[in-house]
Antibody
Framework: EVQLVESGGGLVQPGGSLRLSCAAS????????MNWVRQAPGKGLEWISY????????YYADSVKGRFTISRDDAKNSLYLQMNSLRAEDTAFYYC????????????WGQGTLVTVSS | QSVLTQPPSVSGAPGQRVTISCTGS?????????VHWYQHLPGTAPKLLIY???KRPSGVPDRFSGSKSGTSASLAITGLQAEDEADYYC???????????FGGGTKLTVL
């Protein structure tokens, strides 16, 4: 069974940093491209970052470019999101999601981890 | 303002049929990228309902169906059930933004 489990969320002050993790199981993690998606309170889903299966290619939404860094450790079957210079508007549930290379849909998602940026 | 446009809400009685529209542009849906639909209850993992415009993942009831025409797509739900009450999102890839885009979400209420 495919499972994605996020962790690392919490309360952080504006300007602070946080590192999210996503533990993958039930599939060959190294073969899949991965993404982070977030949902702010009362808002819709927002794609924020992508990483290729090799880790050599990454993309970011303009809202996080230059502040967030996506990475992966295939030996640990884990995906990461390093978040720096956090702002109040980064407050959201953060989800990791697996993407297929055929139709580009996100076929499996984690349950999410909550990040709250507040003083 | 979301790149893909959805109605904020739709409603229907049990057993009825509802549709949710999703309008994009020439850089996403109109460029030929597939449209995907997700069902989401806040605080839980979004669930893939329809992918590649019309395909259903294993386990998704055939009450859910998708269609696409030009720069727009639709999700249809027939035989509405109370358990269908959730938020629904469309998604596609955008080659101008080099990333994925979502609709703003549609809240389905089963009356």
């Amino acid at each position: 069974e495919v499972q994605l489990v996020e962790s690392g969320g919490g309360l952080v002050q504006p300007g602070g940093s946080l590192r999210l993790s996503c533990a993958a199981s039930g599939f060959i993690f190294s073969r899949y491209e991965m993404n982070w998606v977030r949902q702010a309170p009362g808002k819709g889903l927002e794609w924020i970052s992508y990483i290729s299966s090799s880790g050599s290619t990454t993309y970011y939404a303009d809202s996080v470019k230059g502040r967030f860094t996506i990475s992966r450790d295939d030996a640990k079957n884990s995906l990461y999101l390093q978040m720096n210079s956090l702002r109040a508007e980064d407050t959201a549930f953060y989800y990791c999601a697996r993407v297929t290379v055929t139709d580009l849909e996100f076929d499996y998602w984690g349950q999410g981890t909550l990040v709250t940026v507040s003083s | 303002q979301s790149v893909l446009t959805q109605p904020p809400s739709v409603s229907g009685a049990p057993g009825q049929r509802v549709t949710i529209s999703c309008t994009g542009s020439s850089s996403n849906i109109g460029a030929g990228y597939g449209v995907h639909w997700y069902q989401h209850l806040p605080g839980t993992a979004p669930k893939l309902l329809i992918y590649g415009n019309t395909k259903r993942p294993s386990g998704v009831p055939d009450r859910f169906s998708g269609s696409k025409s030009g720069t727009s797509a639709s999700l249809a739900i027939t035989g509405l059930q109370a358990e269908d009450e959730a938020d629904y999102y469309c998604q596609s890839y955008d080659n101008r933004l080099s990333g994925w885009v979502f609709g703003g979400g549609t809240k389905l209420t089963v009356l």
